[in-house]
Each structure stands twice: as structure tokens, then as C-alpha cells.
């Protein structure tokens, strides 16, 4: 079995709309961006809180925000030209490129890296004590669940795609989880910051796995920026533009946490109705680094871990970075440039 983040009706469009393109995107003057409300999300809440892409638009389109609940309906969305550029995970972004056979889109920048955690009841203290248990993931494909089925079978644990094996994993949204751990439905979770600090927090669990200790050096990516291939090819000097104020927003997040953790939080309170509280905010933004540096080698590696749990078919990942925009504005700005996959 194969997942795949997108339906292929979806896909057709994404086809049929590249293959028609033509003068109608150079013209355009509106750039529709997407993005979520979570702290993992944190640069491009702060840039579209502050107007920081506004700015950095300036006259010559208008942003249009979006928000999404999950990565299939960002991609959806994105095959579908209902977006032209999106904050997103890694593992929808490799799944979106392989099933357009390169068509889709490019990833322009990185955003945010770390915070991702398995979470479990007090009482479970090794990998072995997981046998028999049930834990929650995000979606089955998603980052988190590829993270968690790598694991489990470095361990020797069996996983299967229809929840069974010596650890069954069960899909369920990050709320849902909060509440499930709480009421002892499930035993543990593979969660992405804020949820894993709200399960230790409010629901008592403890961190089994920090996903930090699986990587080299720590470093894994979190979340990308992304566009339509067709809208970078295009609206090239939008998409530098687009840059530009992601790369201020960036600077505003790590050299002011406070602020940034206080404009975030009024982010996401305006999409979701719902604040974090203060401590939960605080602790879960310890563990993440924002960063415009892709980290390209854990992409890489990331497809390698699906393809070995049976996520993902073999995929070419080469021209997935389109990173020339983002360099020429760091070597402008004397800053060290990035790479994408040798």
C-alpha cells in the first residue's frame, strides 16, 4: 500500500493547469498563501500578523492568507491552484512531488525545525514496553508517523498500515489525542510541538522519544516554504518578494522570542478561537529552531524511512529545491547561504 496526500482528480488539475498556463499568472496580483495555526508555523504567522509580507509585496500584489488544518488540504489546495505558496511538512511535500512526477511545486526556503516528540504513559519506559500499546500519530503518512514507524521498527517492533502489529498506531488530530491520553484510550503519542508539551502538561505523560536524538547534530526539518512550480517560473520577482518577508519574519522570531511567542499566540487565537497558555507556548518553543536552511539531508532521509515502512514508492527528489532565489537574498545580505541535495 501506498499513501498519497492528494486525490488524482486533484492531480489531473494540477496537470491540466500547468499544461494551460500562460500569460494569466505573469499578471498576477494577488499572492494566496497558506499556512497553519501552529507554532511550528510561527514565521508566517508573525509575517502576515505584522504585515511583514505585506510590506515586502508592496504595490505589486495583494496577500491573500489561508489557513489549513492539515497537510492533504494544503496540497490539495496547491494541486488544485488554490494557493500559491504554503507553509508545509516535509513528508507532504515529497508525497505532492512524486505524485506530479516533479510537476507541483519547489521548495524555497525552510521555516522551522525540531519539536517533535513521543510522548507516553508514565509507567511505559522502554521501547519494549511499547508492545502491545496503541499510539496516536497526526495521519497515517504524515512526518510524524513515518518518524514513528522508522522507530518502533529500529526496535524490532511491528507496525502495519491497518492499525495492527506489536504496536498498533492509530490516525487521530492533535485535539483528539489530548483528549484520548487523558481519558486512557491511548498510551502515548508522536506529536509535533505545541501538543507534545499539552500531553506532558495537562495530561501528565512523559517524553519517551525526543525526535532531536535521531537525527545527526540534532537537525531535522519541521516545516518548509513552498511554491507552485508554475507561479516561481512565472512570478519570479513575487516569489523573492515573498522571501524577503519570510526572512524578516524569521529575524523577528528569533531575536525577539517573547514578542514572537505573544504575536503567535494572538495568531493563532484569531484562526482557532483558542490561546495556548503562556507556559505551553514558552516550554514548546524551547525545542524548536526557526531557520530559512531547508536541511535538505533530513529530507532525504525522510524518504528513505517511508519507503522503508511502506509509505512511499521510490522517488527521485532531484529539482524538489529551488533555493537561488533565497541565496542571491542572503548573499546580499552577507549572510551564509544554504543547500539544497547534492
Avoid at 525526535?211 to 526539518?221: A, H, K, N
Wanted: aromatic share 6%.
Amino acid at each position: 500500500m501506498r499513501i498519497r496526500l492528494a486525490r488524482c482528480g486533484a492531480a489531473l488539475v494540477l496537470f491540466a493547469a500547468v499544461a494551460c498556463g500562460g500569460g494569466a499568472e505573469a499578471e498576477t496580483s494577488s499572492l494566496r498563501l497558506g499556512y497553519f495555526p501552529n507554532i511550528t508555523h510561527a514565521p508566517a504567522i508573525v509575517a502576515v500578523e505584522e504585515g511583514l509580507f505585506t510590506a515586502a509585496l508592496g504595490s505589486e500584489a495583494t496577500l491573500q492568507p489561508v489557513t489549513f488544518n492539515a497537510g492533504p488540504g494544503a496540497i490539495e489546495a496547491l494541486f488544485s491552484d488554490a494557493v500559491d505558496a504554503v507553509y508545509l511538512g516535509p513528508n507532504p511535500a515529497i508525497n505532492a512531488f512524486a505524485q506530479s512526477e516533479g510537476a507541483a511545486l519547489r521548495i524555497i526556503a525552510g521555516s522551522s525545525a525540531g519539536g517533535a516528540f513521543l510522548v507516553v504513559r508514565p509507567d511505559l519506559e522502554t521501547a519494549e514496553s511499547l508492545r502491545g500499546t496503541t499510539i496516536a500519530t497526526p495521519q497515517l503518512g504524515n512526518t510524524q508517523d513515518v518518524a514513528a514507524r522508522a522507530w518502533l521498527a529500529e526496535q524490532g517492533l511491528v507496525t502495519n498500515l491497518s492499525g495492527g502489529g506489536d504496536v498498533s498506531l492509530v490516525p487521530q488530530e492533535n485535539a483528539q489525542t489530548l483528549e484520548t491520553f487523558q481519558q486512557g484510550e491511548v498510551d502515548g503519542a508522536w506529536v509535533p510541538e505545541p501538543w507534545a508539551t499539552r500531553l506532558v502538561l495537562e495530561a501528565g505523560g512523559k517524553v519517551l522519544v525526543d525526535e532531536r536524538d535521531l537525527w545527526p547534530d540534532g537537525r531535522y526539518v519541521t516545516t518548509h516554504l513552498v511554491v507552485r512550480a508554475a507561479f516561481l517560473e512565472e512570478n519570479p520577482q513575487l516569489v523573492e518578494r515573498l522571501l524577503e518577508g519570510h526572512l524578516q519574519a524569521l529575524d523577528l522570531v528569533n531575536d525577539a522570542p517573547v514578542k514572537a511567542q505573544d504575536i503567535t499566540n494572538d495568531g493563532i487565537e484569531a484562526i482557532t478561537g483558542k490561546r495556548l497558555g503562556p507556559e505551553v507556548i514558552s516550554k514548546a518553543w524551547e525545542s524548536l529552531v526557526f531557520t530559512e536552511d531547508p536541511i535538505a539531508s533530513s529530507l532525504a532521509e525522510g524518504a528513505r524511512r517511508a519507503e522503508a515502512v511502506d509509505l512511499l514508492d521510490p522517488v527521485d527528489l532531484d529539482g524538489i529545491y529551488a533555493l537561488e532565489p533565497l541565496n542571491r537574498l542572503l548573499e546580499s545580505m552577507g549572510r551564509p547561504t544554504v543547500e539544497g541535495l547534492s
